[in-house]
């Protein structure tokens, strides 16, 4: 998985295959390497951050820390999604 930084001992990454058509661009996070079961937190057209699931169980004093990383880091992530899948829409 394209690890795209790293917050404490949280993985922010992008999964591999992200599914055709593509979906829009998000992140996946979890604790120590990637999973399957990770978090994903949409990043809006805005640059703000848009919980999907917290499917990793991450404690909320935790994600929204991660969650205002994001956000501050938006353009950093919009411009990897952009190098590694070519293409970029928003969910909202």
Same mark, same amino acid.
């Given at each position: 998985?394209?690890? !795209?930084?790293? !917050? #404490? =001992?949280? &993985? &922010?990454?992008?999964w591999i295959n992200e599914g055709m058509p593509l979906e829009p661009i998000h992140v996946h %996070? $979890?604790? #120590? %390497?990637? =999973?399957?079961? $990770? +978090?994903? !937190?949409? !990043? +809006?057209? =805005?640059g703000r951050c848009l919980l999907c699931n917290n499917v990793s169980r991450i404690p909320n004093r935790k994600l929204r820390y991660i969650m205002e990383i994001i956000e501050a880091r938006n353009q950093e992530i919009t411009s990897k999604w952009l190098s590694y899948f070519g293409k970029i829409t928003y969910y909202c």
């Open positions: 998985m394209p690890q !795209i930084f790293k !917050i #404490g =001992s949280f &993985v &922010v990454y992008f %996070v $979890s604790e #120590g %390497v990637p =999973s399957e079961h $990770s +978090t994903k !937190i949409w !990043i +809006t057209r =805005s």
